[in-house]
């Protein structure tokens, strides 16, 4: 960013939002917008207590399981798709219509079928989360160099050898950035979940606070699963760049 | 069919799906230990013709027979460099290299070590650690080259391994590939458009007419290379005679 003719840091735009937020809440003009000196104390005030811990274990636990199971779903799927020209058809479909689809309607009908708990959850960051993982694996094995595979055929690979050696690490790229997707979508998935289903978790917590009018710890969660959701998303996206780095000349 | 051929073609004939008729009818024998030059215009299938010698692509009709065997696939004793080099973006020359022995299953140490000597024999010896994208298209296409030989196939199949390379380069690799081949002795068929790669570099040149691509006539440029620079063998009478030969025949085509 440069401003007046000087190089400026991206976070000093950050600090500019909190001097702005900090200058409204001391001014008193909503109930709802405390000072930002007030949320950093309430955050640091909620992380060590038990029930924080407890909450952000049950959370990230779901997240895990349902990103984890996503990863293991999404991926495998998506290179069937794009190898196996009847299915990409028949499964396409679907996993667009998915894709588009607003998961959090489903979420009322999955507490139904699954029962109210973490199970709701997992499956709700597995829904939030799998479709553009699948779509994005897709393309990047579609759009594999043909070249390189015929390479491969005519060095003697054999199937296994195709698939590790040659499409998986050539789709890396798309699939990489199909999970940075899917992990961003996930943390929406784990919140919402919880939110919809209220007993468990963050979700709990945000609960919690709203309907006690604790505004200053309420910004103070949300705060902490914004930087979460933000650092997880960076860690993905830095080994995209480390991968993109190798595949520059495809 | 003559009777040292290494591959035999079979009255091979190739159309795709969508009922284009590519190749018709192409009866070849291809000698063993010589450079033969699959030369026609655009269109002619001349890469179709490549690839399925290589067992790349499988033919409509007709057999082919390599080293006396009937192909149904690609094999080890045939290697292939592409005319897109065909390299991993994600390894090092090293790697790309020994990429033919690492499917085999070769030991790590074993393979690298055949892998450079023959990145030396290409002239890549500096360049090792580096990755495709680092390097010029006529080097790409030594590693491509490399990788071929690390395999020890007999027959080594280009498919217009010089067309994205520049036109100085071109002259280099075309000398030195010659002189490596052979002196390995192998037994190399080569796909070109260009009338002149084909005259300077062949033992015997195979015209196809187009589409559908047939056996249009078999040349054997008769150049004493021996001793002679390659500016002398560009200036030969009978280099120069072949290419304008070929010329006549082909310019009814285009």
Redesign the interface.
Known sequence: MILFGKKIPILFSLLVWCIIWEIIGRAKLSTIVPPFSAVIAAATAIIPTAKFSAAASISLRSFALGMGLALLVGIPLGVLMARVASLGKILGLWVNIFISAPISALVPILMAVVGIGETTVVVTVFLFAVFVIIIDTQVGIKQA?R??V?????????RR?LYT??LF?SA?PEILAGVRLGVIRGVKGVVIGQLLIAIIGVGELFELYSQHFLMEEFWALVIIVFAFAFAISEAVAFLERR?EY????? | MPADAIIELKAVGKTYEAGVEALSDINLGLLHGALSTLLGPSGCGKTTLLKIIAGLIPTSRGEVWVKGRKVDGPGPERAFVFQDFALLPWANVLRNVAFGLELRGLAKDQREQIARNHINEVGLKAFESSYPHQLSGGMRQRVGLARALTVDADIILMDEPFSSVDEQTRRKFQEELLDLLRYKKKTVIFVTHSIEEAVYLSDRIVLLSPRPGTVSQIIQPSIDRQGKDPDEIRRDKNYLDTVDQIWQILKQYV
């Open positions: 160099d070249s390189l015929e390479m491969a055929r005519c060095f003697g690979a054999n050898q050696k040659v690490l890396l991968v190798y595949a520059s000349t495809r």
